[in-house]
């Protein structure tokens, strides 16, 4: 019987800082000698306090990659105090009205739940739950029959109200993390134990018809490829803690009626992934000694990407927008007013939506803030 493992989703934990201000800069640092990006142009993000998000739990941090709603809304996830095992999800508006459900804690019937991966799409929000129940039926040799487990992904309305299961009982692998389709199918990305490898597969609406997809197999994807970026995962341990962060590390994102998959920590191309399977790779032209730390969630076509500097004595955080027909760098976007490009949460169509933080006193969690700017 296959046994259930807890998802720790590695996702960005962004702790916010105390003291940030309006009129804090981002630090640029000096770009390495010979950049190829030294001419790109530049624009500037001025983002201006919009709303505060009285209403959200006071959490010291949330949880990232964030993510864009079709209709242009901020999405993210905030741990639930006092202990912050369990979390909200949270939709934000460019008008700063926020709105907070609290996901699997709505599904009636488990005796225990655990939360995995969460994806928006549309009107509905959809999470990879690990769940333990009893099967309804006649007792077993006389006594009642044991828990079991089971995987499956929740769906939920705007509201937050449970909608439906979808059970994953035709899939011999863990899953990681996961994306939705416009028609309802899944795109997920897991752990094959038995093989102790990364799997990428479609199913249909129902969790069903698994349909492998050929990524892994590929020369960036490959076990040599990774381990130039995750070293162990070529000879990995039985644990798989290697394999692990490789997985942890993908960042789906919604791109039209597509999906982007992206291998953060790595220069490996973006994959577009459609109802036909992967529809295209897309190498993104980066110098040297740097790599891709996260997409920024967009409503439009250009590719936004949070960029890791190594080439010089500290590593540069910059944020640089991609032409996504030829992955040519087109500009680079400069923040101010949040405390780095990591805050950038969103690009809505029209407006860039951020989030700040601020604090009555140096001892309490503070009260988030939804930021706005204009390129």
């Not at 980066?286 to 990407?305: C, D, H, K």
Request: aromatic letters at 10%; a negative charge; charged letters at 15%.
């Amino acid at each position: 019987m296959k046994v259930p493992a807890i998802i720790c989703i590695l996702l960005f934990t962004i702790v916010s800082l105390p003291g940030q201000s309006p009129d804090s800069q981002t630090v640029v640092g000096k770009a390495a000698q010979g950049d190829p990006w030294s001419q790109l142009p530049i624009s500037t993000l001025n983002f201006i306090h919009t709303a505060d998000l009285s209403g959200l739990p006071q959490s010291p941090f949330i949880l990232n990659p964030f993510q864009c709603t079709p209709r242009g809304d901020l999405f993210f996830q905030v741990p639930l105090p006092p202990k912050f095992m369990t979390r909200a999800f949270v939709t934000v508006t460019v008008k700063g009205k926020a709105t907070m459900n609290s996901g699997a804690t709505n599904i009636a019937g488990f005796e225990d739940i655990r939360q995995g991966a969460v994806f928006p799409r549309d009107q509905h929000v959809y999470e990879y739950i690990e769940g333990r129940y009893r099967r309804p039926g006649q007792p077993v040799n006389g006594t009642l029959e044991e828990p079991r487990w089971g995987e499956f992904i929740a769906q939920y309305a705007a509201d937050g109200s449970f909608e439906s299961l979808v059970p994953l009982t035709h899939i011999s692998f863990t899953p990681m993390v996961f994306a939705v389709l416009p028609s309802g199918s899944f795109v997920l990305v897991g752990k094959d134990f038995t093989n102790m490898a990364p799997v990428l597969v479609m199913l249909d609406r129902m969790g069903r018809n698994p349909q492998p997809l050929d990524l892994f197999g590929s020369p960036s994807y490959s076990t040599q490829g990774l381990s130039q970026f995750y070293p162990g995962v070529a000879h990995d341990n039985p644990a798989g803690t290697g394999l692990d962060r490789v997985l942890n590390a993908v960042q789906f994102l919604s791109y039209g009626d597509d999906v982007l998959l992206v291998q953060t920590g790595t220069n490996f191309p973006v994959v577009e992934i459609g109802e036909g399977g992967i529809l295209r790779t897309m190498p993104l032209k980066l110098p040297a000694g740097t790599t891709i730390e996260s997409f920024l969630p967009s409503t439009q076509r250009l590719f936004y990407v949070r960029i890791a500097d190594h080439r010089g004595e500290t590593v540069i955080h910059r944020l640089v927008a991609f032409d996504p027909s030829t992955g040519d760098a087109l500009r680079e976007i400069r923040v101010s007013g949040l405390l780095s490009p990591a805050f950038v949460a969103c690009d809505s169509g029209s407006t860039f939506l951020g989030l700040g933080k601020t604090f009555k006193q140096a001892s309490d969690n503070g009260v988030w803030n939804l930021m706005t700017a204009s390129e």
